[in-house]
């Protein structure tokens, strides 16, 4: 039954004071590094999937110019989903320092879904697997335990996790507490690398501005000292554009997350559609596993119970599903498949309404609802250039989390009823038929 559009339906929200907020809520402490033994890992690494393994750098570049601002490093994971890491050196990050998620995903490789706590000595890392894919951002490096038991508990709030790892002293049913160091001296130690600036027009235009220079510098001296006293000395002003390309950055015309969003209507449907044909198309002797569908497209596992692979290839290839890809691990015992979706339109929807009155609204909703939900919010800022600058806020937002039965076609009133809302990850379970939605909502200043 679909969702009733009344509960929606705005009512006057009372004004709050942001200076009265609790400063633990306008920020999430996090570190970039830690120690395990006598090696530094990198962690807190922004994880996306991989389209092309053959080609990964045009995405990595596109993800990093427009997606994460001063990333400079990158890393591919070398087997298993296709995925990519960004990192930046700015906040800790090194070019050769190993990434911590490749270790213990290698590590794990038996066991597709895991949610993990590690206590380290720069504090808590917190690391989710689902699928065989490292969740976007739930590979952090929390400076402070209950960040990371925060983050923790929500999680576990999603059922059929492998592996539940937390610290014993937390006392959480169903947990383990196991040694970072010996899982991480199991699993492969794949590096940082540098993210090589490729020429841009900008670059181009640089150049250029030097060869004129250059060229204006030669013609000066040959003018001057080698063309003989007949020679009109006369002193050419270098070209305008040098002075041009130096003034050309502005900040205030730096693109908005909200000015490109993926419609969240049309991502709900497709997801929607392409897990309605997964989940009629059986599979003799293999099980199909959780579904994730981002704005890059759907990916999924099946694992083998019975039977062969050829099974699973002949079914795919009867049911024609189009566009999917599947592979298959070393042993053979698991399959993972991509979808992508390539004609989601995008739209420009500017925010409306601030983060406060947001939290207060999506509160109330689900409150109406009796249905729970996870809320934070997030402040971006530009990093200092100057020695001594003070950053700059760009915008901020409220993320949710909420696990629901009722299927994308009837959120469609919710989706539709916040401007700047983005939906970043729906994951549906084929045993439960339990759909889990994340998403974010843009604030205005």
């Given at each position: 039954m679909a969702l009733d559009d009344d509960v929606f339906a705005e009512e006057p929200i009372q004004e709050v004071d942001p200076s009265k907020l609790n400063p633990a809520e306008e920020e999430a402490p996090w570190g970039a590094t830690m120690t395990v033994g006598n090696t530094v890992y990198a962690a807190s690494i922004f994880w996306q999937p991989l389209q092309d393994p053959d080609n990964p750098l045009p995405e990595v570049r596109e993800t990093a110019e427009n997606v994460l601002d001063n990333a400079d490093l990158y890393v591919v994971r070398p087997s298993g989903m296709p995925q990519y890491g960004l990192g930046i050196s700015s906040e800790g990050h090194r070019s050769g320092m190993p990434v911590a998620a490749l270790g213990l995903v290698d590590a794990f490789s038996d066991v597709p879904s895991s949610v993990s706590v590690f206590k380290v000595p720069e504090g808590w890392w917190f690391i989710a697997i689902r699928n065989d894919l490292i969740l976007s951002e739930e590979d952090m490096l929390f400076l402070h335990e209950e960040d990371a038991k925060k983050n923790f508990i929500s999680m576990m709030a999603v059922p059929?996790?492998?592996?539940?790892?937390?610290?014993?002293?937390?006392?959480?049913?169903?947990?383990e507490e196991l040694d970072i160091g010996e899982i991480l001296s199991r699993g492969s130690k794949v590096k940082l690398q540098k993210l090589k600036t490729e020429f841009s027009p900008k670059n181009i235009v640089y150049i250029a501005a030097i060869v004129l220079a250059l060229g204006w510098l030669a013609y000066y001296i040959i003018s001057n000292y080698f063309g003989g006293d007949e020679v009109i000395r006369e002193?050419?002003?270098p070209p305008p554009i040098i002075k041009q390309v130096v003034d050309k950055p502005k900040i205030q015309n730096e693109p908005m997350p909200w000015?490109?969003?993926?419609?969240?209507?049309?991502?709900a449907s497709s997801c929607a559609d392409a897990i309605k044909i997964l989940t009629t198309s059986a599979v003799p002797g293999w099980k199909l596993g959780d579904i994730n569908c981002k704005a890059t497209g759907l990916s999924t596992t099946w694992t083998l119970e019975w039977g062969r692979i050829a099974f699973l290839k002949t079914a795919l290839k009867v049911y024609n599903i189009k566009n999917l890809h599947f592979s298959v691990s070393e042993d053979g015992r698991t399959s993972a498949g991509t979808i992508p979706f390539?004609?989601?339109?995008?739209?420009?929807?500017?925010?409306?309404?601030?983060?406060?009155?947001?939290?207060?609204?999506?509160?109330?909703?689900?409150?109406?609802?009796?249905?729970?939900?996870?809320?934070?919010?997030?402040n971006v800022q530009t990093e200092p250039t100057q020695k001594n600058a003070l950053p700059m806020y760009l915008y901020s937002f409220v993320s949710f989390v909420f696990s629901s039965e009722l299927p994308p076609a009837d959120w469609e009133s919710f989706f539709n009823s916040f401007a700047s809302l983005e939906i970043t990850d729906i994951m549906y379970n084929p045993e439960s038929n339990v759909w889990k939605y994340e998403g974010r909502i843009y604030g205005r200043k």
């Amino acid at each position: 039954m679909a969702l009733d559009d009344d509960v929606f339906a705005e009512e006057p929200i009372q004004e709050v004071d942001p200076s009265k907020l609790n400063p633990a809520e306008e920020e999430a402490p996090w570190g970039a590094t830690m120690t395990v033994g006598n090696t530094v890992y990198a962690a807190s690494i922004f994880w996306q999937p991989l389209q092309d393994p053959d080609n990964p750098l045009p995405e990595v570049r596109e993800t990093a110019e427009n997606v994460l601002d001063n990333a400079d490093l990158y890393v591919v994971r070398p087997s298993g989903m296709p995925q990519y890491g960004l990192g930046i050196s700015s906040e800790g990050h090194r070019s050769g320092m190993p990434v911590a998620a490749l270790g213990l995903v290698d590590a794990f490789s038996d066991v597709p879904s895991s949610v993990s706590v590690f206590k380290v000595p720069e504090g808590w890392w917190f690391i989710a697997i689902r699928n065989d894919l490292i969740l976007s951002e739930e590979d952090m490096l929390f400076l402070h335990e209950e960040d990371a038991k925060k983050n923790f508990i929500s999680m576990m709030a999603v059922p059929d996790w492998g592996r539940k790892i937390a610290p014993k002293e937390w006392g959480i049913d169903g947990t383990e507490e196991l040694d970072i160091g010996e899982i991480l001296s199991r699993g492969s130690k794949v590096k940082l690398q540098k993210l090589k600036t490729e020429f841009s027009p900008k670059n181009i235009v640089y150049i250029a501005a030097i060869v004129l220079a250059l060229g204006w510098l030669a013609y000066y001296i040959i003018s001057n000292y080698f063309g003989g006293d007949e020679v009109i000395r006369e002193v050419i002003a270098p070209p305008p554009i040098i002075k041009q390309v130096v003034d050309k950055p502005k900040i205030q015309n730096e693109p908005m997350p909200w000015d490109s969003l993926v419609l969240s209507t049309e991502l709900a449907s497709s997801c929607a559609d392409a897990i309605k044909i997964l989940t009629t198309s059986a599979v003799p002797g293999w099980k199909l596993g959780d579904i994730n569908c981002k704005a890059t497209g759907l990916s999924t596992t099946w694992t083998l119970e019975w039977g062969r692979i050829a099974f699973l290839k002949t079914a795919l290839k009867v049911y024609n599903i189009k566009n999917l890809h599947f592979s298959v691990s070393e042993d053979g015992r698991t399959s993972a498949g991509t979808i992508p979706f390539n004609n989601i339109k995008k739209i420009s929807s500017p925010p409306t309404m601030k983060t406060n009155d947001i939290m207060t609204e999506l509160t109330d909703i689900f409150q109406a609802l009796n249905l729970p939900i996870t809320l934070s919010i997030t402040n971006v800022q530009t990093e200092p250039t100057q020695k001594n600058a003070l950053p700059m806020y760009l915008y901020s937002f409220v993320s949710f989390v909420f696990s629901s039965e009722l299927p994308p076609a009837d959120w469609e009133s919710f989706f539709n009823s916040f401007a700047s809302l983005e939906i970043t990850d729906i994951m549906y379970n084929p045993e439960s038929n339990v759909w889990k939605y994340e998403g974010r909502i843009y604030g205005r200043k």
